[in-house]
């Protein structure tokens, strides 16, 4: 079994459109659970960053945790154009993980006009 | 502030050659993490660097190694490449004194292997 599973997508919505993006994962051990944003021949950048079971809002982004379950998910809302991109799910161990980042495999996310 | 900056942005190189990638952190960042990112595996830990130590490591062959200047400045070598290295290579650094890794990613550089 993996230790991250990500939708593998890709997913295409029109303009507005509410978008649901999930993650789950196996390794209880996890304290950090973030999203990162990666636009095409860019880096990616961080989104949202939580550590706790439950909700974190900003903006039109929506980052849920669910450490019960092990998943994660990020909606969007009112998606636009800007926001198609690979959206990664990632995990971190925290104190002596020293960057050992566990990424989910990405998806691809295409928000068309 | 500047963000992380790597260079080359592409590279071509033909198997068995080596090659040296160059990444300089964000001003005040003295962690910096290297990942290969391929379509098939997706974002991949390489090492990771503070203050010129090597903290830890992923699960590579001993032909990736990397080293930190002490102005935190990191270079990734791949020695005697394969096909199977072509990938892009990212570089992060992140801020100190925190127990989680908020990384700051450069635009990574693109390494194709012929």
């Known amino acids: 079994q993996k230790e991250v599973e990500q939708d593998p997508g890709p997913l295409s919505v029109p303009e507005g459109a509410i978008v649901s993006l999930n993650c789950t994962y196996s390794n209880s051990a996890f304290q950090y659970f973030m999203w990162y944003r990666q636009y095409s021949r860019k880096g990616p950048e961080l989104l949202m960053y939580t550590y706790s079971s439950g909700n974190k809002e900003d903006g039109r982004f929506t980052a849920q945790v669910d450490k019960s379950s092990k998943y994660i998910s990020l909606f969007i809302r009112d998606s636009q154009p800007s926001d198609s991109a690979t959206y990664l799910c990632e995990f971190d161990l925290g104190g002596t993980s020293y960057g050992k980042l566990t990424f989910g495999q990405g998806t691809i996310l295409t928000v068309h006009p | 502030k500047a963000g992380v900056t790597q260079t080359p942005r592409y590279l071509i190189k033909t198997r068995g050659q080596q090659v040296t990638l160059s990444c300089s952190p964000i001003?005040?960042?003295?962690?910096v993490s290297w990942y290969q990112q391929t379509p098939g595996q997706g974002l991949q830990f390489l090492f990771e660097?503070?203050?010129?130590?090597?903290?830890n490591k992923g699960n590579f062959p001993g032909r990736f190694s990397g080293r930190q200047f002490s102005n935190s400045r990191s270079e990734m070598n791949v020695s005697t490449l394969e096909l199977g290295d072509s990938a892009l290579y990212l570089c992060a650094s992140s801020p100190p004194g925190r127990d989680d890794t908020e990384a700051f990613f450069g635009q990574g550089t693109r390494l194709t292997v012929v």
């Open positions: 001003s005040g960042h003295r962690s």
């Open positions: 660097y503070f203050s010129e130590t090597q903290r």
